[in-house]
Nanobody
Framework: QVQLMESGGGSVEPGESLRLSCVAS????????MSWFRQASGKDRERVAS????????FYADSVKGRFTISLNNAKNTLYLQMNSLKPEDSAMYYC????????????????WGQGILVTVSP
């Protein structure tokens, strides 16, 4: 099992930026896909971005394209989500997830999840 720990959340105003980090345990060597999901109050959890290890083409949800950037530092076992031009609708709990296999939007395919980190965007 891969241990995941998110950090970097907080409260910001619209238009500002945050960078989320997700540190994976050393047992993450067989991970093929790492993703960021988010869940706003009263809504379903949705995939925000995915990074397939060894791929140059990350996935982004339409709602964050051009504003968010996902990246992976293999040496540090750390996944990042740079979030720019934040909007109130980006407010949610953000979760890091990892799986062995292709990247997917299906929550049930991800065995390993972080505990979540809160992002709040408000004037």
């Amino acid at each position: 099992q891969v241990q995941l720990m998110e950090s970097g959340g907080g409260s910001v105003e619209p238009g500002e930026s945050l960078r989320l980090s997700c540190v994976a345990s050393s047992t993450a060597k067989n991970t093929h896909c790492m993703s960021w999901f988010r869940q706003a109050s009263g809504k379903d959890r949705e995939r925000v971005a995915s990074f397939a290890v060894g791929s140059d083409t990350p996935f982004y949800a339409d709602s964050v394209k051009g504003r968010f950037t996902i990246s992976l530092n293999n040496a540090k076992n750390t996944l990042y989500l740079q979030m720019n031009s934040l909007k109130p609708e980006d407010s949610a709990m953000y979760y890091c997830a990892a799986r062995v296999g292709y990247c997917s939007a299906s929550l049930s395919l991800y065995k390993d999840w972080g505990q979540g980190i809160l992002v709040t965007v408000s004037p």
